[in-house]
């Protein structure tokens, strides 16, 4: 029997995993093989975009399902094209998306006020009330951030406040009507105590002390769970919300669902002690499994887990390639205007091709592609802009390294406080859209972390891959722990190209981020005077 044949009936008799992400620009889905996920089966996307209403980042929930169904309904066709089968079965589903942010529901499952994304930054007060109360550090960003901040705004909707989740949960709930979590997702939204995964009672008691609370907190946060427990099934309901056209059937089990930190882990092999992996779009985190507790509390570092609950310290910045993206699509518009037309992929490769011909500092043009607020940089809003002085060089080859040095720049940062906290790391992975040009942002980022940096062929593919890994982990993960199970089935025949920094690289990085972090003093007068 043929490959192709073996494939089509995998997909016949539901042998077969999905994993469906919703990114901060596209909304993915993917199909593997349940008994070998490096096998992809079909894919589905469908862009969208957030929302500033009201000085609020937001997605509308119409929004969501919009999009959900497009992806599945781009896969479940591109199935019926290359296989002949109308996709009525799938052995396990897994859901995953953005992670932090505010989802509030009364009752009786009512959205008490619009979807609160992890770009928004208006939670200060809250944030450093919390990190002092529990001694570690709450981002801006984190759910429980932003439910304090309501309680401190004393906001009507919070008397109603009767469960709390973030994006991949809410889809999980709808569809399987289980209000859970996986472990790496909960842990964006309250602190989960060691060896335990699951939220630290200890600091529960404490936040159910402070005043304002419409319930005690552990009432109205989802259930944790670890990877490879089963999440729930697909009810009827779900399936039609899923499946309009009414071919997918009901009972289809759930993996627990998962944040894109987790799943770029995943999609990496990054889940040992000592290995990290980078995830690249609209926003940008690095994420390190830790062997010991880090010995003080950082405000550029955030204490989360692997999808199986071990401890990281994750750098995440909000700002990550949009801005960049704007600039190739300028590039790409003056293509078009000029009578020499190239396709967006072209014209991403002729520009980031072009970055490698650039001086190793850039020629001394800065970017900043803060678009949103950026805590690790001190901003509470952005204003991308581009910065040189009379003397440097402006080229194309160098306005190009500028720029993409820019999506690393405050990563950096953060990571360099990590480095002083003495924590080795191994193997650094990478993935992300950008990493699709061979050579040249995964070689700027080994300049930028001064770390040798692998990226897999899935680089592309990103957290719907992930997910749909670890969908496939709940049906043939047979007792192995998630870092054997990756080892041995999902990567065993990954092929890593690694890309090392030369010392001409790391010197001219460090030259952009010295004059990188001086300029930040730029980027806040312009957030005061725009």
């Not at 896969?75 to 992670?99: F, P």
């Not at 809410?170 to 060896?195: C, N």
């Not at 062929?457 to 957290?463: C, I, P, Q, R």
């Amino acid at each position: 029997m043929s490959q192709h044949a073996i494939h089509t009936e995998a997909i016949r008799h539901g042998e077969t995993a999905l994993g469906i992400e919703l990114g901060s620009t596209r909304i993915k889905a993917c199909l593997v093989r349940a008994d070998d996920p490096s096998i992809v089966l079909a894919t589905g996307s469908h862009e969208w975009e957030n929302a500033f209403v009201d000085r609020v980042w937001t997605y509308s929930l119409d929004a969501v399902w919009a999009g959900v169904q497009d992806a599945y309904a781009q896969l479940r066709a591109e199935v019926a094209h290359r296989h002949d089968v109308d996709l009525a079965t799938i052995g396990a589903i897994g859901v995953s998306a953005m992670m932090h942010g505010y989802l509030a529901f009364d009752a009786d499952d009512r959205l008490l006020v619009p979807f609160r994304t992890w770009r928004n930054t208006s939670t200060g007060a809250a944030a450093a009330e919390l990190t002092e109360l529990f001694g570690a550090n709450i981002p801006l960003r984190w759910s429980i951030a932003h439910y304090r901040q309501a309680v401190l705004d004393a906001e009507p909707h919070v008397p109603e406040v009767r469960s709390l989740t973030t994006l991949a949960g809410y889809v999980h709930w709808r569809l399987t009507g289980r209000l859970v979590l996986g472990v790496g997702d909960a842990s964006g939204m309250f602190p989960i105590a060691a060896g335990t995964a699951d939220y630290d009672a200890d600091l529960l008691a404490r936040f159910d002390a402070l005043d304002g609370g419409a319930a005690s907190l552990s009432e109205i946060l989802p259930r944790v769970l670890r990877a490879g427990e089963h999440a729930g099934d697909l009810t009827a309901e779900g399936a039609a919300l899923l499946d309009p056209s009414g071919t997918l059937t009901a009972g289809i089990p759930f993996c627990p669902p998962e944040g894109d930190a987790g799943t770029g882990m995943v999609a990496t092999n990054a889940v040992a002690p000592r290995t990290g992996n980078v995830s690249a779009g609209t926003s940008i985190f690095a994420m390190v499994v830790l062997e010991r507790p880090l010995a003080h509390v950082h405000d550029e570092l955030d204490l989360v887990t692997t999808p199986a609950g071990d401890p990281v310290a994750m750098v995440h910045c909000n700002n990550g390639a949009s801005e960049l993206s704007a600039w190739v699509a300028l590039f790409d518009a003056f293509a078009a205007a000029s009578g020499s037309p190239l396709d967006r992929d072209a014209v991403f490769e002729t520009l980031f091709r072009q970055a490698l011909e650039g001086e190793p500092d850039a020629g001394g043009v800065l970017a900043y592609n803060h678009l949103a607020g950026e805590p690790i940089a001190g901003l509470s809003e952005g204003r991308p802009l581009v910065v040189r002085t009379p003397d440097s060089r402006l080229t194309l080859p160098n306005f190009m390294r500028a720029q993409i040095y820019g999506v690393f720049a405050t990563l950096s940062l953060g990571m360099r406080v990590l480095a002083a906290e003495g924590v080795a790391i191994d193997a650094m992975y990478a993935h992300g859209g950008m990493f699709r040009t061979a050579g040249v942002a995964q070689r700027f980022l080994a300049a930028a972390i001064d770390a040798p940096v692998a990226v897999a062929a899935t680089a592309g593919e990103g957290g719907a891959w992930g997910i749909a890994a670890l969908a496939a982990f709940l049906r043939h993960g047979e007792g192995r722990d998630l870092g054997t199970y990756l080892r041995e089935v999902v990567f065993a025949a990954a092929d890593f190209a690694v890309a090392e920094a030369g010392a001409a690289d790391v010197a001219g990085f460090d030259a952009y981020l010295e004059r990188y972090r001086a300029g930040l003093a730029v980027e806040a007068a312009a957030v005061a005077a725009l």
